[in-house]
């Protein structure tokens, strides 16, 4: 014990002092270099590391403005009315003339109202068999849009009708008579009150009244 008190040496003791704290320190530098290395070996470091509970914490919540997938019946329902042709029960036509009074031998044009008041959507198509406007006055026939269907006096249309909705459609009459296979006919219509009856795909509308002037 005596010669750790009293370094004996030929050096002076302040040598054998300043060696052995330079020692010290050089110990206690590699005993924390030795903690450090197994600490960070077992990851105990002092901070708790992350669970996977605590990722699903902190993940960021869905946004409330997401866009929602569109409702697969919507199209199926689409699709079934183009195989489902609209019927008497499915539609209300009907036609107005605009004007109701035009000079004789002028076109007179019909506003077609359509209006969907069935169960389920049906697809409505102008240019399908038993489709036919027809003007009279009385017991007289005066045109038929079968009589040439080159006068095209219904255009051709296409539509899928929903339920609840309406929509309309324009026909025109050229003021003329007409008759069975494009037949020519000279006689013009003259001044008095005639009646327009349209035919859509087998649906009839009431008759429209308007007068030749």
Known sequence: MEGLRNPVGDEPPEVYWK??????????????????LVSKATGSSGEPASTPTDAATTSPAPTTGATTSPDPGTSADTAAAASRACGQEDLTVTTTANPDEVAAGSAVKFDVDLAQD????CFLDTSAEGT????TSGSDRIYSSNDCPEDQAIASTQLVLEPGTEDTVAVTW????????????????????????????GIESEPAVFRLK
């Open 19 to 36: 060696r052995r704290l330079i020692v010290g320190i050089g110990i206690v530098v590699l005993i924390a270099l030795i903690w450090f």
């Open 174 to 201: 050229n003021g003329q008579r007409s008759l069975p296979d494009c037949a020519p006919e000279t006689a013009v219509p003259g001044a008095g009150t005639y009646n327009a009856q349209l035919t859509v795909q």
């Open 118 to 121: 069935g169960a389920g959507p």
């Open 132 to 135: 036919e406007l027809l003007i």
